[in-house]
Structure formats: structure tokens, C-alpha cells
């Protein structure tokens, strides 16, 4: 089992920047496509951003510009950058990694966008 925990979301301001974590441990053997997912209560979770081990990146056109998706294979760490934020941004936002042929989920941060 993967056990993945995410850190570093928030209030922010409108026009604000944020930096998202996700840590990845236990049974991890080669991870390969790691991302992030956001969700607003009510509504279908969404991508933002995946990152290839090789460090290709799909990023969300809602975010394109704006958001950054990030790695660190030795660390088994994936970043998403937040800049310039807007209200809408606000959701709860998850990692995934997918490793052999599972995906793992963190539990989710909070991240909110208010003056």
C-alpha cells in the first residue's frame, strides 16, 4: 500500500499564492504518473495538473498559466504552485499517484479563496 499525505492548503486572497505537498511512502517501488485533483462539494472531481516521471505535464486549461505541477522522484513528492488565485479555485484539492496498476489518493486539502 501507498500512503500518501498532502499539506499545505488554505485561506488565501484572491491574487494570492499557495504551494500544495504531497508525500508519498510505504510499499513504493517506481511511481509513475503523479497529479492533482479538486473538488467542490456537489460537483464531478476534476484534474489540474499530472506530471509523467519523466516530467511531462497535462495541466487543466482553468489553471494553464497560473498553476504549476512539480516533482521530486527522490522524494516520492509531487507540488502544485498556485499563483494568482481566484475564488473559483476554491475546492478541496486531492493527489493521485498511480504505481504498477493502482491509483492511491491522499485525503484531500482544503483550499479556499476569499478576500
Known amino acids: 500500500q501507498v500512503q500518501l499525505v498532502e499539506s499545505g492548503g488554505g485561506l488565501v486572497q484572491p491574487g494570492g499564492s499557495l504551494r500544495l505537498s504531497c508525500a508519498a511512502s510505504?510499499?513504493?517501488?517506481?511511481?509513475?504518473?503523479m497529479g492533482w485533483y479538486r473538488q467542490v462539494s456537489g460537483k464531478q472531481r476534476e484534474l489540474v495538473a499530472t506530471i509523467t516521471r519523466e516530467g511531462s505535464t497535462n495541466t487543466a486549461d482553468s489553471v494553464k498559466g497560473r498553476f504549476t505541477i512539480s516533482r521530486d522522484n527522490a522524494k516520492n513528492t509531487v507540488y502544485l504552485q498556485m499563483n494568482s488565485v481566484k475564488p473559483e479555485d476554491t475546492a478541496v484539492y486531492y493527489c493521485?499517484?498511480?504505481?504498477?496498476?493502482?491509483?492511491?489518493w491522499g485525503p484531500g486539502t482544503q483550499v479556499t479563496v476569499s478576500p
Open positions: 510505504g510499499s513504493i517501488f517506481r511511481i509513475y504518473d
Open positions: 493521485k499517484v498511480v504505481q504498477l496498476w493502482s491509483d492511491y
